[in-house]
């Protein structure tokens, strides 16, 4: 076979000759180069990837990535998706959508795509605010925030896209960061390997409208005090020297120091397969309680659910090994006819 | 039967041309089902048909009111017939409610079956009536036949041991029973069908065999009727015939396109009255390998499409007005990115939800204009509900020929209404030939193919072909995205040329009756029947009459200006405020007139015979 003799991937394989046009200093850069860097290691043909996007900053996208690609109409990436995905389940499909995208206008195709779970990766670039359209608050702002269409600040509460996600019957949901060059990558594979709906929310800064969004996050000395590290398996610690925790109190999760009696067996244990969606919602909701970390990595990953696009040929096959193929002059034919003789 | 019962005297059978029927009571009183089995009957036979289902957009309204009835109306013929009909021969109601809905359209002296049961003081309020129309003389004009249908069907049914509710559900097939009589017709294939549809409740088959067959031996025994008639089948063209609804016809059109490309079908819908038939056909359609996908909204049933017709496959969306409009950005989208797909708009009364189940043909202007920017796509209409499967085929080879979406423009009553129609064979279908890339030596996703102005088809999955597309403007050629000025004019000019160029591929119209003289009469969609039926009686009255239908109502026939000349006047029967009539008038600067019904209803064949007399009085003066 002539495949196997073709040199193996490399990320430049997945640059484009086109023109970059997002405004340097862009947080779209870091998950780009993310990206390109991942799909070479995923033993993936080129040609079966393909990225669709919405509208959007994020969603310019598709350009940017030597596959195939889909630049489509605000908010309906997930849907054109899901038809191609039905259509051929062969292809890998990625979709590549922002905050006002996914959760704003196409609210709808977000939510019914994952509860069916269908097998498409989603990238959500959260940068809480409308870039392209130069600066009005989005379904992700923070309540009360000046923005150039709400002057005395927003009266909408906030989406938080994780428990939105999970509330939809996700099956895998996760959180990382733009310059977390190596957790995102780490996250990357991690939704690569999903077989059904992947959803990433990847925090994005947007150094023109909303310029250190994610700061507290990513300033070199908060990062380790307000993130905690999911890891399958492993305790909920953080902080600078990794002396705090996470436990369960009743049905409240509760920010510890450990030390004075309190160990790291007194500790949650992260489970990422938990079929259930309690424990994933109650770490997506953390952070919106003082003294909380913001959890990045995989909250929800359960494998378990069948890929919509396998049912629904499968169920093409069960009827074509029961009946057979289709004879279209049966059809035509089929129930009452009659004869009119010459 | 008891044999002690007297032989019926001989009666008299008459030989007859045709007849309307129309059943009607309420929503729940299965008048739909009545007037299929009857229109399948008389279709088995050989007779030539039309039929009108007419049905509220309310499930179940309050049993027994006006806004519950429910009518099946079914015109058949020994000779051709191209209308449901637009007086009523016999009239079955089931009720008070139904009777005031429908007696206007009963003929004088027709034959009018009520049920003498539902005539109770109770009855007659719910029907807003005061006074019982069985004893004041108003029905003196009609031969009515009180008929105790409840208690008749309860009699029959009495031994079954089933709850007064359920015995008189079956009340439907006894009135049923009464006009395979009075037809002189068997009742062997509505026997298949109760064994069919209630196989599984046993109960159901003897309920309804014995209430249809009581209510044919009532007609047999009693002498209630003094006369039965007989109509011979139809002189229609030789060949193998089922009875079709339009949907049914779109539906196996789509298969059929899709065998004939040997791409699958991809089918994004979401349920709409009165296209979810479709969706219902096509889901059950598994062997065929049609993929059906109940989208969310009637937006991704669109996107969902094009992503599969990105993928390879033929993309196809269903709807109706309302859905139609929420289509519109997804429509300019398969423009921009020059993907084959069908849209199916199945029009209703509008405007907003207007009258679900009601019929008209308000979505042209819509269809041919109804985007932002410029946006041209190929609009097609079927004539009668088989003519949707010729439709559903064209519209898709033109889709895939052309790389390009294509609007069907059905509507409610050809999407319901039935007529017999030849099955094809095969062989005699169209090619749909698919051509997907495969070279990507020197791949340009807009390099277009010189005669059809098409792009290539590249799938993801095709080795070297890697490429984007979108809704953004492309280079031509290199489908780059490009903000240039004379790019965007060139675009925009490429796009309008490519659907114009359809107009090669498309017959030129050759009018019926008389090739030139004092009237054209243009018409598209369902007022085919109508327009055919009056022409036919309006031609040889001392007047040159011709008659234009079009199929093709983007590109128009590159022949219909120079055929619109020919006449001294052009009427153009349309059921909206007159949107073909303006564009006809736009494009050819002819002064045509139109003739306008927005009334839910298809034209009367009278009403159009009507107007054409009036037009041609004023010719003459």
């Keep these: 076979m002539a495949t196997a003799t073709l040199p193996p991937l490399t990320k430049k394989d997945f640059q484009t000759d086109q023109e970059i046009r997002w405004c340097p200093g862009c947080g779209d850069y870091a998950i780009l180069s993310a990206v390109q860097a991942i799909f070479p290691e995923l033993g993936i043909p080129k040609e079966k990837f393909v990225v669709i996007s919405g509208i959007g900053c994020s969603s310019r996208f598709p350009y940017y990535v030597n596959t195939f690609g889909f630049h489509t109409i605000h908010g309906r990436a997930p849907a054109v998706a899901t038809g191609l995905k039905i259509a051929r389940p062969d292809l890998e499909v990625w979709v590549a959508t922002g905050d006002g995208d996914s959760l704003s206008i196409g609210g709808n195709h977000t939510i019914h795509m994952l509860r069916r779970n269908v097998g498409l990766k989603v990238l959500l670039f959260n940068n809480r605010i409308y870039g392209l359209t130069k600066g009005q608050f989005s379904p992700t702002s923070e309540i009360g925030k000046k923005t150039k269409s709400t002057p005395f600040g927003t009266a909408d509460r906030p989406f938080n896209p994780l428990s939105l996600a999970i509330g939809a019957e996700a099956t895998f949901v996760a959180r990382s960061v733009d310059v977390f060059q190596t957790h995102l990558k780490d996250t990357l594979r991690k939704v690569a390997a999903h077989k059904g709906s992947a959803y990433l929310e990847i925090l994005q800064n947007c150094n023109i409208f909303n310029d250190g969004a994610w700061e507290t996050l990513t300033e070199k000395d908060a990062r380790s005090e307000k993130v905690v590290q999911l890891e399958h398996g492993k305790p909920l610690i953080f902080g600078k020297n990794r002396d705090k925790g996470i436990r369960l109190n009743g049905l409240e999760l509760e920010v510890v120091q450990l030390g004075n009696g309190i160990t790291e067996s007194d500790l949650l244990v992260h489970d990422e397969h938990d079929p259930r969606p309690t424990y994933a919602f109650m770490l997506a909701h953390m952070e919106q309680r003082p003294g909380f970390p913001t959890p990045i990595g995989v909250l929800r990953s359960w494998g378990e659910v069948p890929r919509y696009e396998d049912v629904i040929n499968g169920q093409i096959k069960d009827v074509q090994a029961r009946r057979g193929k289709g004879d279209l002059a049966k059809l035509l034919r089929a129930g009452d006819t009659w004869e009119v003789k010459a | ?319 109706s007005g309302p859905g139609m409009a929420l289509k519109t950005e997804a429509l300019g989208l398969a423009v921009a990115v020059e993907l084959p797909l069908v849209i199916c708009d199945i029009q209703r009364g509008g405007p907003s939800t207007g009258l679900p189940t009601k019929t008209e043909q308000a979505d042209l202007l819509q269809a041919l204009f109804g985007r932002n920017s410029e946006a041209p796509i190929p609009v097609l209409a079927p004539a009668t509900p088989g003519d949707c499967f010729w439709i559903a085929m064209e519209a898709s080879r033109i889709a895939i020929k052309y790389m390009v979406p294509v609007i069907i423009l059905s509507d409610g009553y050809l999407a319901n ?145 120079e055929v619109l000349g020919r006449y001294d006047k052009v009427l153009v029967p349309e059921m909206n405020m007159g949107q073909l009539v303006m564009v006809l008038r736009a494009k050819y600067l002819v002064d045509a007139r139109g003739y306008n019904k927005i009334q839910g209803k298809p034209f009367k064949v009278s009403e159009l015979e009507r107007k054409i007399e009036e037009m041609l009085v004023d010719a003459s003066s």
């Design chain 2, 1 to 319: 039967m008891s044999t002690t019962l007297a032989r019926p005297p001989q009666r008299k059978r008459e030989v007859i041309e045709k007849a309307v029927i129309r059943f009607c009571g309420d929503s729940g009183d299965g008048m739909q089902i009545t007037g299929s089995q009857f229109t399948n009957t008389v279709a088995l036979y050989g007779n030539d048909l039309a039929t009108l289902p007419d049905f509220p957009a309310e499930i179940r309204a309050p049993a027994g009111t006006l806004p519950g009835v429910s009518g099946f109306q079914v015109h058949f013929s020994s000779s051709d017939v191209f209308t449901p009909g637009d007086v009523v021969d016999v009239l079955v109601a089931m009720n008070p409610a139904a009777l005031k809905m429908n007696i206007a359209d009963l003929k004088t002296n027709g034959i009018l079956v009520v049920n003498l049961d539902d005539f109770g003081e109770q009855d007659l309020r719910k029907a807003q009536m005061t006074v019982n129309p069985l004893e004041d003389h108003s029905l003196d004009g009609y031969r009515l036949f009180a008929v105790e249908l409840t208690k008749l069907t309860r009699a029959a049914l009495k031994d079954l041991g089933l709850d007064a509710k359920s015995m008189d559900r079956s009340k439907n097939f006894f009135a049923l029973g009464m006009c395979y009589w009075l037809y002189n017709r068997s009742m062997d294939t509505s026997l298949r069908f109760i064994e069919d549809k209630f196989k599984n409740k046993p109960a159901l088959v003897q309920a309804n065999r014995l209430a249809m067959q009581a209510g044919y031996s009532y007609c047999e025994a009693t002498e209630a009727f003094q006369i039965s008639y007989e109509i011979p089948p139809a002189k229609l063209k030789p060949g193998t015939y089922r009875n079709i609804s339009g949907n049914a016809a779109l539906a196996m059109g789509f298969v059929a396109a899709s065998q004939k490309a040997g791409i699958p079908l991809f089918l994004g819908s979401y349920p709409i009255t009165p296209a979810s038939d479709i969706l219902h056909e096509l889901s059950a359609y598994k062997d065929f390998g049609v993929i059906t996908f109940q989208a969310e909204d009637e937006i991704a049933a669109i996107t969902s499409a094009i992503g599969a017709a990105y993928g390879g496959a033929l993309g196809l969306t269903t709807t």
């Design chain 2, 417 to 561: 209404g039935a007529e017999p129609w030849p099955v094809p064979n095969i062989e005699d279908l169209p090619e749909i030939p698919v051509h997907f890339e495969t070279n990507p030596v020197d791949f340009r996703p807009y390099r277009r193919n010189p005669e059809t102005l098409a792009r290539p088809w590249a799938v993801p999955g095709t080795a070297g072909l890697e490429h984007r597309i979108g809704g953004l403007e492309k280079q031509d050629v290199t489908g780059n995205v490009n903000y240039e000025p004379l790019n965007h004019e060139r675009m925009i000019r490429l796009r309008a040329e490519k659907v114009a160029a359809v107009v090669q591929d498309i017959p030129d119209v050759v009018p019926a009756g008389d090739p030139s003289g004092d009237l054209l009469i243009v018409s598209w969609g369902s007022t085919h029947g109508p327009v055919t039926a009056a022409l036919n009686a309006q031609r040889g009255k001392g007047h040159t009459i011709g008659h234009v239908h079009l199929r093709y109502l983007n590109p128009l026939p590159k022949n219909l200006g």
